[in-house]
């Protein structure tokens, strides 16, 4: 019934047109289940050759050009927020203040080799804050005595910033050495935090706990802050 003639009248090709209407229709009696399936599939498969492709989970298609934007923006946003955060955390985070930290003190194997009192060091503020290098103690009540020096055999280089949670830990220890004569005797004694620049913030008087509080010394020195245990054996 169609044809391609260009010198077709209006008259045939309307002809043309309502006979080919009549014999659709006829056709949708006989069967117009399987040709509206038919039909269906066909423009799904147009539509589908025709649709662009999608980045969404499940083929779902893109939204709008504004929603899409604006999704793809928030998520941008997102990450560098988080990014920002994760600098701004390391940077932001001040130095611990004696005020905020609670701190305990073990007298460990007494009078044995190894003799030391064992600092424990937690972060009992809300926010992340840092130690670095050893702490400033001061043995006994003699608040004007000189600190005691670093462990010679501890890492020369460990100025590193020892970063606390809010409820986290350091440690440190004092190595106590007690020659039997002219040895000092105490069981408390004063720990200060040292800035980044060296400078000893204020004192704050610890107890010593344990099977034996009290310990003794002729000289001592101090390790540096650590996440880990010394002498954890």
């Known amino acids: 019934m169609i044809t391609h003639r260009a010198r ?3 008259r045939s090709a309307t002809l043309a047109a309502v006979t080919a209407a009549l014999a659709l ?12 399936k038919t039909a269906s599939a066909d423009r799904a498969a147009d539509t589908a050759d025709n649709r662009p492709a999608s980045s969404g989970k499940d083929g779902a298609e893109p939204k709008s050009g504004g929603d899409t934007d604006e999704r793809e ?3 941008t946003a997102s990450g560098g927020t988080d990014e920002a955060a994760g600098r701004g955390a390391d940077s932001g985070t001040q130095q611990c203040r004696g005020d905020e930290m609670l701190v305990t003190a073990v007298h460990r194997f007494a009078g044995q080799e190894g003799d030391h009192l064992l600092i424990t060091a937690s972060n009992e503020g809300g926010k992340p804050c840092w130690v670095t290098s050893y ?3 001061k043995l ?6 000189a600190a005691l020096p670093h462990a010679k055999k501890d890492d020369p280089s460990g100025d590193e910033r020892v970063t606390l949670r809010p409820g986290g830990k350091a440690y440190s220890a004092v190595n106590l050495f007690d020659y039997g004569s ?3 005797t105490a069981d408390s004694f004063a720990i200060g935090l040292r800035g980044a620049d060296g400078d000893v913030g204020p004192f704050y ?3 010593s706990e344990g099977e034996k509080p009290q310990f003794s010394w002729n000289e001592a020195d ?11 054996f």
């Open 8 to 10: 077709r009248t209006a």
């Open 25 to 36: 229709g006829l056709t949708a009696c006989n069967g117009a289940d399987d040709d509206a």
């Open 73 to 75: 923006g928030s998520a």
């Open 135 to 137: 702490p400033a103690v």
């Open 140 to 145: 006994g009540g003699d608040v004007d005595s």
């Open 182 to 184: 002219k040895n000092h």
């Open 205 to 207: 008087s610890v107890d």
């Open 222 to 232: 101090v390790l540096n802050w650590n996440t880990e245990k010394p002498y954890n």
